[in-house]
């Protein structure tokens, strides 16, 4: 009798787990990589380079994949009647509205002296409004794998609930600038568990008695950017009307110019935008800051979201979401494991 | 064991695990990164009443602490002449009459805006060093019984934390005995 109910869960539990299995794997659809450079001898990685994505990706990950060739022909004619797969980030709802897969996976690469070549990988989740984007530079020829196996894990991180990316670990004695959404005693015992591990805090945000910055406002740096990565909204000049004719007086075109400068500045144009802004800090004290860390709480703060950005190159370092833990030491420790650790390999 | 004294128990035992959690859910923690001199100068900030402010102050004096008038030189308190929580909502929060709807539309402004808060505030501080001659911010705050007491310590030469605590308000704590337990912690004496 006993037996046979032990049996009974150990039939449960490996049903769940196999049902579990099945339900996290994700699907993604390629597109093909697009050889920025004119050199016509690299046309060739245009279509390898996502295929051996898509290879790595099911083979190592469980990945259901649809490779280039099997999703509708989405090529564009550019100048001079030349005909390529060009994706332009506006036109991903459209785009995806018929391919049965999560994520849709696009890119493109320039080859570089040395043998070198570097890759802008583009990473859209269908449903959502927002792309991630991150460049990955490595050898060609046989060096090549090696790389293709490096953004596959990469993907894999990123094509997740988690939404992980890391370029970089954060070693301690470096010094961070926390940007957070927790105060008072529960901001101690933040900076406690990074004080600990060894890190060195600027005082940035914990000058004060109060910080008044809630979970909705902390939410606005979910998204983020940096020069090597980010994930940003999409944003289309198709939406924008800037409308004018006879009827427009001065004042009015003064705030058209207005708004037409802002749409630059804090959209088409934000990562110029952002690495003034960073340069300033920057400048404001050289040894002052080796790293930005927003961290973000959930109201209840036992969930937690982080983005890391090296302020020396102002690169995105690391993103990830859902870390969860019973108390604010707790999610603490976890956040310093995941900052002071690789990606992880498997699911 | 009649049922009714069972169940007297368990309750008995309830109430009192939630008596126990709710007491200890916040435990004290201490970091010091080194151990301040008691002739340091410093800048005490502290939100509250004069006659606290003024008890809390004495405490420092009484150590031999250069303690500097920031903060500590008007007759209001700090939430009535330079409230910091309004100060800081007017600039975490984007006021209309700042951005056009345009620039509302970005979450990105309002990135940029926290960007140039915080840097005023850096600049803020690298004044408070240079012109009140302040080596150390000392930020307090004092909590009632069960509630939880906090000190942190900004080193305005090395532009770090230096010293984080998390103490825990005992039944028997006031304003000074607080405030000598950090101090005691902060000087390590």
Sequence with gaps: MKSGFFRYIFFVVITLTFIN???????????????????????????????????????????????????????????????KEIIRE??????????????????????????????????????????????????????????????????????????????????????????????????NSLYYGFLTSGYKLSPIQGNEIYGIMDDKQIKKFYHFTGTNASYHFIHSRKDIELLHGTWSGVEYYKMLSENKKAYEQYSFNYPDTINEMLKKISAFNADAIDYIVVIGFDEDKTNAWIRCLNLKDNKLIITETGITGSSIDDITKNIIKSMTSGLPESL | MTPVSHLKKIVIFILTSIFLVSCSSKKGLVYSGGKLSTNSKIAVIIDSQNNIKNAVLISFLKQGFRVKAVNASDLYTMKDVYDISDLKKLSYNIADADVSTVQKSYDNVYKLHVYNFELSKAEYLKQIRTEWDVEYIILLDLKEWEKVSWARVINLKTFEIDFVENYPTSYNDNIETITDHFIKNITGK
Excluded: C, H, W
Aim: hydrophobic share 40%; charged share 25%.
């Design chain 1, 90 to 187: 506006e036109d991903l709802y459209q785009v995806t509205d018929d391919i049965g897969a999560d994520y849709f996976i696009y890119g493109s690469f320039r080859p570089l002296e040395d043998n070198k070549i570097k890759l802008t990988i583009n990473i859209f989740k269908k449903g959502t409004t927002s792309v991630f984007q991150f460049q990955e530079t490595g050898y060609l020829e046989t060096e090549i794998f090696k790389l293709v196996d490096k953004i596959a894990v990469q993907i894999k991180n990123i094509a997740s609930d988690s939404m992980i990316y890391k370029n970089d670990k954060i070693a301690s004695k470096s010094k961070l600038a926390i940007l957070t959404n927790i105060e008072g005693d529960d901001l």
């Design chain 1, 21 to 83: 299995t099945n339900a996290s794997a994700e699907s993604a659809a390629f597109g093909f990589f697009i050889n920025e450079s004119r050199n016509e001898s690299f046309d060739y990685l245009e279509k390898i380079l996502p295929n051996s994505f898509a290879s790595a990706l099911k083979n190592k990950y469980n990945f259901d994949i649809i490779k280039p060739g099997q999703i509708p022909d989405l090529s564009a004619d550019v100048n001079q009647g030349i005909k």
